[in-house]
């Protein structure tokens, strides 16, 4: 591997340029299953779960890593999406040792300290597809440690409250 210095705009500029990359090779996670790209992604994906496993172990980590440094909205909300997405699309029982050692849980409680709608919603969206796919005591207890529970719980009174 070469160890080469990037100036620090570009290496910003590489950095946006990888999450977009991300964000287009992952299917979108949508409703309308017409759409012959998304399939294509999907069953590729289907073929060679290896893949998304990898991808789970190399970027998670960093994704998270990047969300936790409070970075602006559409970085946030771009690595939020791709995070969706690999939740969605993994089949390994080593994403759930994954998430729970890169502390998803608190990731995502400092997510829900942001005032963009748009980052809120998403995170709201990972709290709830981790839990139905990997419904666990230890899930539900660290979202209940790190705050998650709380915020939704405050979320949910909100609505409430704007809905009467």
Not at 19 to 33: A, I
Not at 52 to 64: G, S, V, Y
Not at 119 to 124: E, G, M, N
Not at 133 to 143: A, E, M, P, Q
Request: net charge negative; hydrophobic share 45%.
């Amino acid at each position: 591997m070469f160890n080469v210095l990037i100036p620090r705009p570009h290496y910003i500029w590489w950095g946006y340029e990888v999450l977009k990359l991300l964000n287009v090779l992952l299917p979108e996670v949508t409703e309308n299953q017409n759409d012959p790209l998304v399939l294509d992604k999907e069953s590729f994906l289907a073929d060679r779960p290896y893949l998304i496993e990898k991808l789970a172990m190399d970027a998670l980590p960093r994704l998270i890593q990047v969300v936790n440094s409070d970075p602006n909205t559409y970085v946030c909300h771009g690595c939020l999406s791709v995070i969706y997405k690999i939740v969605h699309f993994s089949q390994s029982d080593k994403l759930v040792e994954l998430l729970e050692n890169t502390n998803i849980s608190s990731c995502l409680d400092r997510v829900f300290t942001r005032k963009d709608n748009h980052v809120l919603i998403l995170a709201l969206q990972i709290v709830e597809l981790i839990l139905q796919k990997f419904f666990s005591d230890k899930f539900i207890k660290l979202f209940i440690e790190e705050g998650v529970y709380f915020a939704i719980s405050h979320f949910h009174h909100l609505g409430k409250h704007l809905h009467d």
